[in-house]
Nanobody, 127 residues
Framework: QLQLVESGGGLVQPGGSLRLSCAAS????????IGWFRQAPGKEREGVSC????????NYADTVKGRFTISRDNAKNMVYLQMNSLKSEDTAVYYC????????????????????WGQGTQVTVSS
């Protein structure tokens, strides 16, 4: 059974950094494109970043470009999201998701493109 588990969330001050991790079990991660999404209270879930199966292609939402970096270690079945220069508007529950289809930058930030989801990890940016 395909499972994704996020970790690394927490409370951080504006300008600070966090690294989120997404651990996969029950499947071989390198067959899947992975996306990071977030959902703030009262808002729709939105795409943050995504990465192709090999890690050779990535995409970012404009709101996080230059501040967040997605990476993966297929040998460890892990995907990471390094978040720097955090802002209060980055506060949300962050989810990772997996998709077994071919990677496409045009769809990989769309939540409906992904069928398998983790339970999420809370990120709160506040002073």
């Amino acid at each position: 059974q395909l499972q994704l588990v996020e970790s690394g969330g927490g409370l951080v001050q504006p300008g600070g950094s966090l690294r989120l991790s997404c651990a996969a079990s029950g499947f071989t991660l390198d067959y899947y494109a992975i996306g990071w999404f977030r959902q703030a209270p009262g808002k729709e879930r939105e795409g943050v970043s995504c990465i192709s199966r090999s890690g050779g292609s990535t995409n970012y939402a404009d709101t996080v470009k230059g501040r967040f970096t997605i990476s993966r270690d297929n040998a460890k079945n892990m995907v990471y999201l390094q978040m720097n220069s955090l802002k209060s508007e980055d506060t949300a529950v962050y989810y990772c998701a997996a998709d077994g289809g071919p990677y496409s930058a045009s769809y990989c930030l769309i939540p409906a493109s992904f069928g398998s989801w983790g339970q999420g990890t809370q990120v709160t940016v506040s002073s």
